[in-house]
């Protein structure tokens, strides 16, 4: 997803959620990819009659105008679009007894693989959310010594990949073993066990171009032991963005884990803005002539097609920041939509809001 189809569906999710209907009367229609929108269409027929029966005459009234909407919208679209298609409805009036029916169109920007109809007094809106998250993978890794589960969070959606045992038998000693030669088996079994899961977690995550960060929980010291073990792959090892302590080692474990590191989950979409600002700042620093800055200068240096990277802030006007990408765009430049979060980002914002780093040097 680009950073301009993320933003402009974030910011659409927001105006949708600020509207409230007076009573069920605002309608969500997520068709799926493949689906066919003629099944969809006498779905709403049949909907118009059972609406009939709505006792309220306001609410019969508005609910009925919002199907029609839709049934128009699914005529001139005529076909499922490739990933598929949301369609809202509804009487977003917040004066009483006031009418403004809107009717919003979206074609996601991954496939869709859920169907809905819903007539509440909000939009639904989590399928949309969720397209947004996914983008986000992390790995999962809960180890003890006895066994560990390999997961994957993606978006909000915890998944297990793996779960392993060690073989390492209880504190009872088997046979009557001295307690030298019973720490010696369980020792061995123990670095035979972290290599199986550095070894797993190498087949899962080494080649996943997407995977954003590792979290990693566990008892003290099992985790930190397998960490430093020795066994874990560098490239991986440097994809750790957490270690906690957490006991269980099964599904709920994978869910306290991420739980627990909600602050760096949060942490990681700010170092990605922060990186680009940086970049920003250094080249104005020593290169100034290989940057833009300010609403003038930088639509004049897009237009002559020498943005390499366009910068936006999110706080600036929405009409703007769809003019900057629609120039981008037609240029090939890469957008960075970026927030006020940071020292750098409110830095930024001063500068105009917008801004970026050239592909050649222009006075």
Known sequence: MEPSQ????????????????????????YIPAGYELTQVGRQIEDEKGTATNIKSASTRKNVLQALEKISRQLKIIGRTPENGIVLFAGNVSEVEGQQDFQIWTIEPPK????????????FVLEPLKEIIETEDIYGLLIIERKEATIGLLEGKTIKVLQHMTSGIPGS????????????????????????????????????????????????????????????????LKERIIAVKDIGD?????????????????????????????????????????????????TEEKLRAGAVDKLIISKNLE????????????????????????TSEGVQFENLGGVGGILRFAMA
């Open 6 to 29: 993320r933003y402009e569906l974030e910011e659409l999710i927001k105006e949708l959620e600020s509207y409230r209907g007076r009573h069920t009367e605002l309608i969500s229609v």
């Open 172 to 235: 009872v000693r088997a046979g009557g073993q001295s307690a030298a030669r019973f720490h010696r088996v369980t020792e061995g079994l123990a670095k035979e066990f972290f290599r199986r899961v550095a070894d797993e977690m190498k087949k899962n995550f080494f080649e996943m171009k997407k995977l954003k960060g590792i979290l990693i929980g566990g008892p003290i010291p099992t985790k930190e032991e397998f960490i430093e073990s020795g066994n874990l792959a560098t490239a």
């Open 318 to 341: 929405k009409s703007l920041i769809r003019k900057f990408e629609s120039l981008a765009n037609q240029t090939s430049a890469e957008i960075h939509i970026v927030s006020n979060e």
């Open 111 to 122: 496939p869709l693989r859920i169907r809905l109809y819903r007539c509440d007094q909000t």
């Open 249 to 297: 080692t099964q599904f709920p474990g994978l869910k306290a884990l991420v739980d627990a590191s909600q602050e760096e989950l949060a942490e990681q979409e700010i170092t990605k803005q922060k990186k680009i600002l940086d970049e920003f700042f250094t080249k104005l620093a020593k290169e100034p002539e290989k940057t833009t800055y300010g609403l003038q200068d």
